[in-house]
């Protein structure tokens, strides 16, 4: 097979970009390791940035999003006794996110992939990208027992933390950034009326706890939980109880319970790749970077690197110019920066640290009383929670 770009990866990243490149008569195949089936099996992000859902309408997929996502003016923090609001619209100048989760985003963008007979390759085994230093690079890989092969001007990896294509960069080449957290987030989604019209982030001795939601009937909590838990120790009843326990008096007496659709342990980490361009291959998305979920970035920095990276190739094979491909990596990693830090910031402000010292904990206690009594501080947590520009 032949095609101008060859994308590693069919989870949000990898479609965004097949999609909004066809829509500029550039080419590409899409070649994951899972089926359909499996990825849109995945439960994970539920917060788009505007920017994000800015993309979904370019890319044509916004429709869906815009009738059926909720649009968020603010959220809840939970804290000492106290529930305190942060009006994100009130202190970004006017702006918003959207509750739409990932789950649909995949959908819609498969649906958008099918309608304009993109091709997107599933159960696509043992991928490799090959020759990625010079002017013709390939991609390897197996399907349905035969060996096939694609011949292209580029590869992208958008292949998530585990894929192939960061490890295709040489060692002495990559540098790699990373902080792993000592707890996890232990999630349930549950066909129940969401116990808040808005998240509630809460801060409690026994650790954290997120209410979030998908739809007015569809739920979506979690609690922080030891990295040695297992999913299959929580029973619903003791998942119910734990996340009572966690929220406010008068929120766990209107919280709404039921059996859990999904229910899985995601281990928290901040990790971060330089530089995310190697030769013929580009970097994209979690295969890259990878944020702890608190400050809701992980998808929506996926979208800033296709944002960059869409740009830049449509800079190349519309303009001819390898500019905006040269200055890539570079762009990504500032805002991926400004993303880490945020995540890290909001993960450090609402957790328990099993190691934290008292002085650490009443650094904790003191950031949060600052947030509350400062505007500046609202100011600076809404403008990084809403997106910072592109
Ligand atoms: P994905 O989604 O991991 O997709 C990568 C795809 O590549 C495939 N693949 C391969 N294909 C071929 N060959 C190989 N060798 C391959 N190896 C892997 C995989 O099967 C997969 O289909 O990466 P992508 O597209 O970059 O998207 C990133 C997002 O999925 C991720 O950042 C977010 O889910 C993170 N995240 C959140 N982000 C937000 O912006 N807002 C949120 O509210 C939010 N909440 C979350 C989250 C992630 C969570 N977990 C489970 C880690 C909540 C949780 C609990
Ligand atoms: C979610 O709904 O899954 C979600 C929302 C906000 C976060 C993380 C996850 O910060």
Not at 40 to 59: C, H, K, T
Not at 61 to 78: K, L, N, P, S
Not at 102 to 117: H, N, W
């Amino acid at each position: 097979m032949k095609t101008q770009v060859c994308i590693i990866g069919g989870g949000p990243s990898g479609l965004l970009l097949s999609q909004l490149l066809h829509l500029k008569g550039i080419a590409t195949i899409v070649l994951e390791r899972q089926s359909r089936n499996y990825v849109l099996g995945r439960i994970r992000a539920g917060v788009l940035e505007s920017g994000f859902a800015g993309l979904m309408r370019e890319a044509q997929c916004g429709e869906r999003m815009d009738r059926e996502g909720e649009v968020h003016h603010g959220f809840y923090i939970a804290h000492h006794g106290r529930t305190d609001r942060i009006d994100l619209t009130k202190y970004s100048g006017g702006q918003s996110v959207l509750v739409y989760g990932q789950t649909e985003v995949t959908r819609d963008l498969y649906e958008a992939r099918e309608r304009l007979g993109g091709q997107v390759v599933h159960n696509a085994a043992d991928v490799k990208p090959h020759d990625l230093m010079s002017d013709t690079p390939f991609v390897t890989y197996t399907h349905n027992g035969q060996p096939q092969r694609v011949d292209c001007e580029y590869v992208v990896g958008a292949d998530g933390f585990h894929g192939v294509s960061r490890q295709s960069i040489p060692k002495d080449v990559l540098r790699e950034y990373e902080r792993v957290y000592p707890f996890g987030w232990l999630g349930v989604l549950s066909r129940t009326k969401p116990v808040s019209p808005e998240l509630i982030y809460a801060n409690h001795e026994r650790g954290f706890a997120l209410c979030s939601l998908r739809s007015q009937v569809m739920s979506r909590y979690y609690v922080q939980v030891p990295l040695t838990d297992k999913a299959d120790d929580w029973s619903d009843a003791a998942f119910w109880a734990e996340l009572k326990r966690r929220l406010p008096g008068d929120v766990a007496a209107n919280l709404m319970i039921g059996p859990s659709i999904e229910k899985s342990i995601a281990p928290l980490r901040s990790y971060v790749a330089e530089p995310m361009r190697y030769g013929r291959l580009f970097l994209a998305g979690d295969s890259a970077h990878i944020v702890p979920p608190t400050g809701a970035k992980g998808l929506n920095s996926a979208g800033s690197d296709i944002y960059y990276l869409y740009h830049a190739m449509v800079e190349h094979y519309s303009r001819g110019s390898d500019a905006e491909l040269d200055a890539y990596s570079q762009k990504a990693l500032a805002r991926i920066w400004k993303a880490q830090r945020f995540s890290w910031w909001m993960t450090s402000l609402l957790h328990k640290f099993p190691d934290n010292s008292e002085f650490q904990v009443r650094l904790q206690q003191t950031d949060l009383n600052y947030l509350f009594s400062s505007d500046a501080a609202q100011r600076s947590l809404a403008e990084n929670y809403v997106g910072l520009p592109y």
